[in-house]
């Protein structure tokens, strides 16, 4: 790709000491700055130019190459486990960006006792996705959940595909090698999942891209209000609590859901344990 040369005003060189500063901010481990100095350092003098930078940055935004050089200017690429991202391809950039961009870590949250409260919220969400309600979560309750997203937007053609993979994928996260769940193997299940470590370090963001991508139907990298009511009505919340939930996973007011907003109201309902957390109705009212 080629970049303009000219003259640019201000500061117009990045020093290796600079860009190795600057990793922590966006909590990037500093020993993966020397490789991607390396990389944008294309004339090899010591230095990162506007020009290199630029180029750096263009390759990264606008190629799709998984052999791309510049694919790890951000460090490691995430989304390297679960069923999201194993062989379905690279993990889209709003995903790989989001665990640099939430204000509160998963590890920072205490573990999970499992009190009552908790157990609502998960039973919520199961008795939410058991479509049929027939007190078990199958595959062919989230081919229910995408038929009526699919029939809610009048949806024709690909999109139908795209719809129901969506959800398929949605349905292998949650799975893993079951067939079926009941609500008490679901709640007990995910209470032992979200305590693990390595779903805290790892996991939890393919889960969270997972079921952002499943309401992110245009695959824009943010959820509509649209997009949001017709989750909600996939999935038998009426739609009438979609406006006020929305304006809560809307903290900038923009009227679109960002992946670091989606990831901070995830993060919120599955572990925390407080009554009051604004994010306890993410999926409607709580059952009783």
Known sequence: MDIPQRASPGISKIFPTNLRNGKPTLDIPTECSKDVFDIMDANGDGLVSIDEFAEGFLEFWFSEDPNN???????????????????IGSPPLHCTLMSQLISKMPTDYPLLTGSAHWKRKARTIFQRLDANADGYMTKEDFVITAQNLIDFL???????????????????????????????????????????RHFRLELCYTFICTEFNTIDIDSDGF?????????????????????????????DGDGLVSIDEFAESYLEFWLTEDPNNIYNQNYGPLVD
């Open 69 to 87: 050089i510049y694919n790890q200017a951000y460090g490691p690429l995430l989304g390297g486990v679960g069923p999201r991202f194993d062989g």
């Open 154 to 196: 009048g949806v024709k053609g690909e999109k139908v595909e795209h719809i129901m993979n969506r959800r398929l994928e949605l349905w292998a996260a949650i799975a893993g090698d079951k067939t079926r769940l009941s609500e008490d193997e679901y709640c007990s299940s995910c209470l032992s999942l979200v305590n693990e």
């Open 223 to 251: 959820i509509s209000k649209e997009e949001h009511a017709a989750y909600f009505h996939s999935v038998n919340i009426p739609t009438t609590y979609s406006k006020d939930n929305f304006a809560i996973l809307d903290t």
